[in-house]
């Protein structure tokens, strides 16, 4: 038997052992653990911070000039018709919620007509005229529609406003604009409680670095002049593409993502994530984790005290049934339910044991076959059973392309849809094949599409839509070129490793085509439907939404020339 003191020494050595091998390990991959916790969790911030910035930036800028594109519109059809502007006004409110307001002027920006009635007259100080307005200034310079910065109004008090405008053109010269004010608010406070309610916080600057908006954690005012670089973009920025940074002390004396966009209209979303949230995560985890080491190692401590305390107990039964055992005397089975843990009590009993264990060998051999053949059938079973699955796996792969193929079709034209052209497109940007692949954009638009519409009814538009897709189909040149259906009458063309005279060339028999087939259109151009196309080249497929929105420019010139034509 183990002395009483010699005993205890083997307690507390075991119990060293056992908790430097249990909290060692332990530690070291808490501690990893947590590190790689907060590396993803940092870079999973940044990234959707980035996103969402994008998002937002979008999402504004699709509000603003889906809006922009209504006074364009009102400007353009009104440009040559009376002066009576009441009804048109109102209309132009009720159809576009988020304008508070809206006005006509003349060419020297006298109101001569405004909506509500009851705005501009509210006031016996109110202007009459808007000519030192920078959303009247510009139209009249550049003849395009504007979308102005930061400005405070004067008809409607001090409220925070931007406006757009679109300037009323009359035989090719400037007659006055057409006006709406939105307030700030409109557009920003929804996303902007979103974004605080996550912690986050929104800033929104116009052209001159100034505050649209500012949520209420940040030190910002409407108007106020933000000279920060780190939340101010520089130089030429791809459009809602966010550039973000990790900025030390840039919310008081904390840290945050911040990601900038560009928008549209030429102002800055800057979208501020703050690492605190991530850090009290990493915390509370960290707490976590220091509570289940303790309780392991109590655990450890109580398994190990009474597990010794056992074998010390039971050592000295199992050396009498080891040593019965040897000289074929019935052994006590009730004193070997512990099994012990002296070794070397058990290897003298060993050697009295091996001639009696031979006669083992034999059971244990066939045992061993019998679990050879299992496995081998087993293994049989595994093997078919991997067939069936991979088998359902491919088909399964196979609906999914289907369904993926199917989705991205337009049902109508059988081109591409948004969807499909956005997959089509970033194809193109990640293939290393296409980096030094010149690539022109077409942006096709069916001239007076909506008075086709109204004149011969849907079906026979969407009969059109069909023929100007066939006719398009037949113009590409092999699987590399794009045709995709982006709008009601709207499409868009990619054609690779094509330069500047290729793309005019295909454009110009594209219209050609279209006209020559001689359908039928009394309210079009020559009595028959035609189309405007917009063509933009660039050295590689890298900044494609800039190629889009140059070819969407070259479209806007082409209608502004007389539509039938193209524009470059």
Same mark, same amino acid.
Request: glycine content about 8%; proline content about 4%.
């Given at each position: 038997?183990?002395?009483?003191?010699?005993?205890?020494?083997?307690?507390?050595? $075991?119990?060293?052992?056992?908790?430097?091998?249990?909290?060692?390990?332990?530690?070291?991959?808490?501690?990893?653990?947590?590190?790689?916790?907060?590396?993803?969790?940092?870079?999973?911030?940044?990234? /959707?911070?980035?996103?969402?910035?994008?998002?937002?930036?979008?999402?504004?800028?699709?509000?603003?000039?889906?809006?922009?594109?209504?006074?364009?519109?009102?400007? /353009?059809?009104?440009?040559?018709?009376?002066?009576?502007?009441?009804?048109?006004?109102?209309?132009?409110?009720?159809?576009?919620?988020?304008?508070?307001?809206?006005?006509?002027?003349?060419?020297?920006?006298?109101?001569?007509?405004?909506?509500?009635?009851?705005?501009?007259?509210?006031?016996?100080?109110?202007?009459?005229?808007?000519?030192?307005?920078?959303?009247?200034?510009?139209?009249?310079?550049?003849?395009?529609?504007?979308?102005?910065?930061?400005?405070?109004?004067?008809? @409607?008090?001090?409220?925070?406003?931007?406006?757009?405008?679109?300037? &009323?053109?009359?035989?090719?010269?400037?007659?006055?604009?057409?006006?709406?004010?939105?307030?700030?608010?409109?557009?920003?406070?929804?996303?902007?409680?979103?974004?605080?309610?996550?912690?986050?916080?929104?800033?929104?600057?116009?052209?001159?670095?100034?505050?649209?908006?500012?949520?209420?954690?940040?030190?910002?005012?409407?108007?106020?002049?933000?000279?920060?670089?780190?939340?101010?973009?520089?130089?030429?920025?791809?459009?809602?593409?966010?550039?973000?940074?990790?900025?030390?002390? &840039?919310?008081?004396?904390?840290?945050?993502?911040?990601?900038?966009?560009?928008?549209?209209?030429?102002?800055?979303?800057?979208?501020?994530?703050?690492?605190?949230?991530?850090?009290?995560?990493?915390?509370?985890?960290?707490?976590?984790?220091?509570?289940?080491?303790?309780?392991?190692?109590?655990?450890? @401590?109580?398994?190990?005290?009474?597990?010794?305390?056992?074998?010390?107990?039971?050592?000295?039964?199992?050396?009498?049934?080891?040593?019965? $055992?040897?000289?074929?005397?019935?052994?006590?089975?009730?004193?070997?339910?512990?099994?012990?843990?002296?070794?070397?009590?058990?290897?003298?009993?060993?050697?009295?044991?091996?001639?009696? @264990?031979?006669?083992?060998?034999?059971? @244990?051999?066939?045992?061993?076959?019998?679990?050879?053949?299992?496995?081998?059938?087993? /293994?049989?079973?595994?093997?078919?059973?991997?067939?069936?699955?991979?088998?359902?796996?491919?088909?399964?792969? /196979?609906?999914?392309?289907?369904?993926?193929?199917?989705?991205?079709?337009? !049902?109508?034209?059988?081109?591409?849809?948004?969807?499909?052209?956005?997959?089509?497109?970033?194809?193109?940007?990640?293939?290393?094949?296409?980096?030094?692949?010149?690539?022109?954009?077409? &942006?096709?638009?069916?001239?007076?599409?909506? !008075?086709?519409?109204?004149?011969?009814?849907?079906?026979?538009?969407?009969?059109?839509?069909?023929?100007?897709?066939?006719?398009?189909?037949?113009?590409?040149?092999?699987?590399?070129?794009?045709?995709?259906?982006?709008?009601?009458?709207?499409?868009?063309?990619?054609?690779?490793?094509?330069?500047?005279?290729?793309?005019?060339?295909?454009?110009?028999?594209?219209?050609?085509?279209?006209?020559?087939?001689?359908?039928?259109?009394?309210?079009?151009?020559?009595?028959?439907?035609?189309?405007?196309?917009?063509?933009?080249?660039?050295?590689?497929?890298?900044?494609?939404?800039?190629?889009?929105?140059?070819?969407?420019?070259?479209?806007?010139?082409?209608?502004?020339?007389?539509?039938?034509?193209?524009?470059?």
């Amino acid at each position: 038997m183990v002395s009483p003191g010699q005993s205890w020494s083997l307690r507390r050595r $075991f119990t060293q052992l056992l908790l430097f091998a249990a909290l060692v390990p332990a530690l070291l991959f808490s501690g990893v653990m947590l590190w790689q916790q907060y590396q993803s969790e940092h870079r999973s911030l940044g990234e /959707q911070t980035g996103l969402s910035a994008s998002l937002t930036a979008s999402s504004i800028d699709d509000f603003i000039h889906s809006r922009l594109a209504g006074m364009a519109m009102l400007a /353009q059809n009104r440009g040559n018709g009376s002066d009576d502007w009441s009804a048109d006004l109102d209309s132009l409110l009720a159809a576009y919620p988020g304008l508070i307001s809206a006005l006509v002027t003349d060419r020297d920006g006298r109101i001569i007509a405004h909506a509500p009635s009851t705005v501009v007259m509210q006031r016996d100080d109110a202007p009459r005229s808007v000519a030192d307005r920078e959303y009247f200034r510009n139209p009249e310079r550049h003849l395009r529609p504007y979308v102005s910065n930061a400005f405070q109004g004067r008809a @409607l008090g001090e409220d925070p406003l931007v406006a757009i405008s679109a300037p &009323i053109i009359r035989n090719g010269d400037f007659n006055g604009i057409v006006e709406a004010s939105i307030h700030v608010e409109t557009f920003v406070d929804q996303r902007g409680d979103v974004f605080r309610s996550r912690g986050y916080e929104m800033l929104l600057l116009d052209r001159r670095g100034r505050i649209i908006h500012a949520t209420e954690g940040l030190p910002y005012r409407f108007l106020d002049i933000v000279d920060d670089p780190r939340l101010t973009l520089q130089g030429e920025v791809p459009l809602h593409l966010a550039r973000t940074s990790f900025e030390r002390r &840039i919310l008081g004396d904390g840290n945050a993502f911040v990601s900038r966009s560009r928008m549209r209209s030429g102002w800055t979303l800057v979208l501020l994530a703050p690492d605190r949230q991530l850090l009290e995560t990493i915390s509370r985890n960290t707490l976590v984790l220091v509570a289940l080491l303790i309780l392991i190692s109590l655990g450890v @401590l109580a398994a190990t005290w009474a597990q010794l305390r056992a074998l010390a107990s039971g050592t000295g039964r199992l050396l009498d049934a080891l040593r019965n $055992f040897a000289v074929g005397a019935p052994v006590d089975r009730d004193g070997t339910d512990r099994m012990p843990m002296e070794l070397q009590p058990v290897a003298d009993a060993v050697s009295e044991l091996s001639d009696r @264990l031979s006669r083992a060998y034999g059971e @244990l051999n066939a045992s061993l076959d019998e679990q050879r053949r299992l496995a081998a059938s087993l /293994q049989t079973v595994i093997e078919e059973r991997d067939d069936e699955i991979a088998a359902r796996t491919a088909d399964l792969r /196979q609906a999914v392309e289907e369904l993926e193929r199917v989705a991205s079709i337009d !049902a109508l034209t059988g081109a591409l849809n948004v969807r499909g052209f956005r997959r089509a497109v970033n194809a193109l940007v990640e293939e290393p094949e296409y980096d030094d692949t010149s690539i022109a954009a077409l &942006i096709v638009d069916v001239d007076h599409f909506k !008075a086709y519409n109204d004149r011969y009814g849907h079906p026979a538009g969407d009969t059109v839509l069909k023929r100007v897709v066939g006719i398009m189909t037949s113009l590409l040149r092999g699987p590399g070129d794009v045709l995709a259906r982006v709008g009601g009458e709207e499409f868009a063309i990619l054609l690779c490793d094509a330069d500047e005279g290729i793309a005019t060339e295909v454009a110009q028999r594209l219209s050609s085509n279209v006209r020559n087939t001689g359908i039928p259109h009394a309210d079009g151009i020559h009595g028959v439907v035609t189309i405007s196309i917009g063509v933009a080249v660039q050295p590689s497929p890298q900044f494609m939404d800039r190629l889009l929105s140059q070819a969407d420019e070259a479209l806007y010139r082409a209608k502004r020339n007389g539509r039938d034509r193209v524009g470059v």
